[in-house]
């Protein structure tokens, strides 16, 4: 486990700025059409500034005045669906500590109750000790408290089988299928293509995303099944943009393009020449600031 020496620091100077940069969420619909500037997303939150993927992290993001965040979804032993990066619990937990003889603490081999006693918050900075893995329900309903909208990663598919359906079921639960909610305020992404491929399959009405840099030749056969192409950022060029813009995506329409993770001004500047929809980041006042992004 290690500590932010400057997370103390960095939430002070936030907490200076908040009431300037905003705290109520934009009301900008997704996706490009009639904006020029790319959307900006909270990526797992806004986590350059509080844990990662925590309740906290989404609710400074709508402080800061942000619609979109980003989160990861696992699975525990027992078949909780929870909002984690690693598939282990070692680098934003004091697992080893809670838990020292169950080495390497993988998400899959602890119940959702074992996660829930975690401190997922000390490990960033002593004023967010206390902070807990929240289960993803528990994230969907304070998504829809914040008036947000989400990006959901489904993280690692091949270690959880049937996690599409699940995730489905989970969304379907809280109330994230209906139309006003499929139409403006999610979005699916997968680093798997047959995962992004499934949940086409089952809810085709769904705005999906892959997560990766296919050749171009490749494009069109993820057109078939998405609408988005998510990149890293170092891995793209203005025409790979513009070929994936050249394509029709699952719904018809012009694919975009959401690349990741750009935290410096110069960087964001740079993937918006390139054209790109979007810009996920741990900082997003950093990159709204650069590119006027919403």
Known sequence: MYVRPAAAATAAFLGLTLSVLGASASSAAPGPAGFTNPTVYAHRGASAYAPENTLDAIDLAM???FD???NDVQR???GELVVVHDDTLARTTDVEQVFPARKPWRIADFTAAE???LDAGSWFGEEYAGARVPTLREYLDRVQRNHQRLLLEIKKPELYPGIEEQTLQVLGEAGWLDDQHVS?????QSFSADCVRIVHGLRPDIVTAFLGTPPVADLPRYAAFTDRINPWHTT???????AVHGLLGAHGKAMEVDTWIVDDEATARKVQDMGVDGIITNKPDVVREAVGGY
């Open 63 to 65: 402080r800061l005045g």
């Open 68 to 70: 979109w965040v980003e």
């Open 184 to 188: 403006r305020r999610l979005v699916v």
């Open 115 to 117: 996660i829930a006693r």
């Open 236 to 242: 793209i060029s203005g025409d790979w943009v513009a």
């Open 76 to 78: 525990t032993k027992d």
